[in-house]
């Protein structure tokens, strides 16, 4: 069972996909940080951002793992630890000439379609999870909210995470993410048109993830995720721990 949660950033799609996993107990992936770990890679090796085959080979050999944390996903590259790094206003300020390249993202998806088939059942949260990787996803959520409302989120993220950042920066870069993510050739955000949309401007999280939730049941997945649990709970464990979960590359 695959469950798709795309949208923009700071709509709240990272933190309910995660909620939504462990209710359901199964893995969630972000894959906002495959495309951020990458652009770390680039910025470190001083790989140039508008060379298409330099990101596609690097895409493909950069050294990267995501381990499932309390929190959030682990992410490691070259065996670092880079979870934090990956979220700076740094990295934030490239990822749009990561994304924008039809090479990296055809490895990324390939990768992401590897990893749900070997999870079997995971909630996956970005930006075309619904349209261009699992377009025959069980069911597809689209999360939206006002752009004042997400930076006032991604603030208060990037805070928490002692950045130095003014509200103004925020709002202009996620305006700017928007017009590229929507805007590229390649794969952009785009609501599906099967999608369940929720405006979460006046949501608290958890009544975004009782929202989601509660499609889940009345489309009958819980039953389903029941029986597959019952039919095959070790294979599942296995799946969902370590090497399951862990996306290597090398
Ligand atoms: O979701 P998050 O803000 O962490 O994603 C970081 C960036 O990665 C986004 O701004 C977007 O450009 C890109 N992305 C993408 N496709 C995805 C997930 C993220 O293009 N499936």
Do not use: C, W
């Not at 940080?33 to 990101?55: K, P, S, W």
């Not at 944390?69 to 990956?86: A, C, F, M, N, S």
């Not at 050739?185 to 999608?195: G, S």
């Amino acid at each position: 069972m695959t469950i798709t949660i795309d949208g923009p950033a700071g709509s709240g799609k990272s933190t309910a996909a995660r909620k939504v996993a462990a209710r359901l107990g199964i893995p969630y992936l972000d894959t906002g940080a495959m495309y951020r770990v990458v652009t770390l890679a680039a910025l470190e090796r001083g790989v140039d951002l508008g060379d298409e085959a330099a990101l596609t080979e690097l895409a493909r050999t950069a050294d990267f793992a995501l381990d499932p944390g309390p929190t959030h996903i682990r992410v490691t590259l070259d065996g670092r630890d880079v979870t934090e790094e990956i979220r700076s206003m740094r990295v934030n300020d490239h990822t749009r000439f990561i994304a924008a390249s039809p090479g990296v993202r055809k490895l990324l998806i390939e990768k992401q379609r590897e990893i749900g088939a070997r999870l079997g059942s995971m909630v996956t949260e970005g930006r075309d999870q619904g349209t261009a990787a699992f377009p025959d996803a069980e069911l597809k959520f689209f999360l939206d909210a006002a752009i004042e409302k997400r930076a006032e989120r991604r603030l208060h993220e990037l805070r928490a995470d002692g950045e130095e950042v003014t509200a103004q920066q925020v709002l202009e870069n996620l305006a700017e993410r928007d017009r590229t993510d929507a805007g590229r050739a390649v794969a952009p955000l785009r609501r599906p048109p099967d999608a369940i949309e929720i405006d979460t401007t006046h949501l608290s999280i958890g009544e975004v993830v009782d929202t989601i939730i509660g499609h889940i049941e009345r489309a009958g997945l819980l039953e389903r995720r029941a029986d597959a649990r019952s039919a095959g709970a070790s294979s599942a464990q296995a799946a969902a721990g370590g090497a399951g979960h862990r996306d290597s590359k090398s």
